[in-house]
């Protein structure tokens, strides 16, 4: 499985994003390895907002990812508590989907 963290240099909610997705790692039973793009160095991926989680090439939350802009800014996650980082049960729930091992 390929998880992927999308990002932009100064998105307020990086840090936040990376315990996050370290937590629904460690919730799904797998390392908590990823890999971050900086979406500044990648323009083919600038239609994502920041941070967005990739599995497997996929975002999690599809319907309010794919922009159309040519510049990255900020996402925002209505159901999570920290709007601008992905809900933990979801992202948990998506990477066991993913895994194999939904519950």
């Not at 990376?18 to 039973?29: I, M, Y």
């Not at 900086?38 to 920041?50: A, I, T």
């Not at 989680?53 to 996650?77: A, E, F, K, M």
């Not at 999570?80 to 990477?95: C, F, K, M």
Request: glycine letters at 8%; charged letters at 25%.
């Amino acid at each position: 499985m390929r998880v992927q963290l999308l990002w932009f240099e100064g998105c307020p909610h990086i840090s936040d994003a990376r315990t996050r997705l370290r937590e629904a790692l460690e919730h799904s039973g797998l390392g908590a390895l990823w890999e971050e793009l900086d979406l500044g160095q990648h323009p083919e991926l600038q239609s994502f907002g920041s941070p967005t989680v990739l599995i497997n090439g996929r975002d999690v939350w599809p319907d309010t990812s794919q922009r159309s802009t040519s510049t990255p800014c900020c996402r925002v996650y209505l159901e999570s508590d920290i709007r601008g980082v992905p809900e933990l049960t979801r992202l948990v729930e998506a990477l066991r989907h993913a895994n194999g091992n939904a519950r």
